[in-house]
């Protein structure tokens, strides 16, 4: 059973800083992972999606990249802003059905 | 700007009433999950459809709960008899499986059973 975990689950730093959540996974047989920022009262938003077969993708001020074989997915946001404040959640999709695993979320906050 | 919706956004009822949600799936996207958010268990997915056919319901309760797709713009799920435990938010999401398979979440119902 694929199992997702998230660290750290609580983040809090100084806006301007680079930071990285990290989302590790213990089945490697994915098709894809997909990271996702949810705002409090607010549905999920897709922030970026990575095939199996990439490494990494990139969108703005985001980087995500993916190691498949050692279970690992980090997501880096560049000169964090107030406005990245949110919970961030990592999901993988198995190879066999459609269903994404979640993990808990790490809650970034950003101090101006 | 296409968008899954999802009516209603906010929904407060006394136990032992019906309830149901409706969903509006992105055009073209021919999966839809559902999913249910409490601050105890996280995200959960009670059931999804592929094509209108339910493909896994597996993570819903059967005996108050029962979630169709009447058509290709519509899904729909009800809670009957509703009870205080099914308080969370609902969310729905939509997929094109042509296009990488990537998830995209309605705004979520906001259910509370008094």
């Known amino acids: 059973k694929q199992e997702v975990t998230q660290i750290p689950a609580a983040l809090s730093v100084p806006e301007g800083e680079n930071l990285v959540l990290n989302c590790s996974f213990t089945d490697s047989a994915i098709y894809n992972l997909q990271w996702f920022r949810q705002d409090p009262g607010k549905g999920l938003t897709s922030l970026l999606l990575i095939q199996s077969s990439q490494r990494e993708q990139t969108s703005g001020r985001l980087n995500a990249s993916l190691d498949k074989s050692s279970g690992r997915s980090t997501l880096y946001i560049a000169a964090s802003q107030p406005g990245d404040s949110a919970t961030y959640l990592c999901?993988?999709?198995?190879?066999?059905?459609?269903?994404?695993?979640f993990g808990e979320g790490t809650q970034l906050t950003v101090n101006p | 700007d296409a968008r899954v919706t999802q009516t209603p956004r906010h929904k407060v009822t006394e136990m032992g009433q019906e309830v149901t949600m409706r969903c509006q799936p992105i055009l073209g996207h021919n999966t839809v999950f559902w999913y249910r958010q409490t601050m105890m268990q996280g995200l959960e997915l009670l059931a999804y459809?592929?094509?209108?056919?339910?493909?896994?319901d597996s993570g819903m309760p059967k005996d108050r709960f029962s979630a169709e797709m009447p058509d290709a713009t519509l899904a729909t799920l009800k809670i009957q008899p509703s009870e205080p435990r099914d308080s969370a938010v609902y969310f729905c999401?939509?997929?094109?499986?042509?296009?990488?398979?990537?998830?995209?979440f309605g705004p979520g119902t906001r259910l509370t059973v008094t």
């Open positions: 459809f592929r094509n209108r056919a339910p493909l896994d």
């Open positions: 999901a993988v999709r198995g190879t066999s059905g459609s269903r994404l695993t």
């Open positions: 999401a939509s997929v094109n499986p042509g296009l990488g398979y990537e998830q995209y």
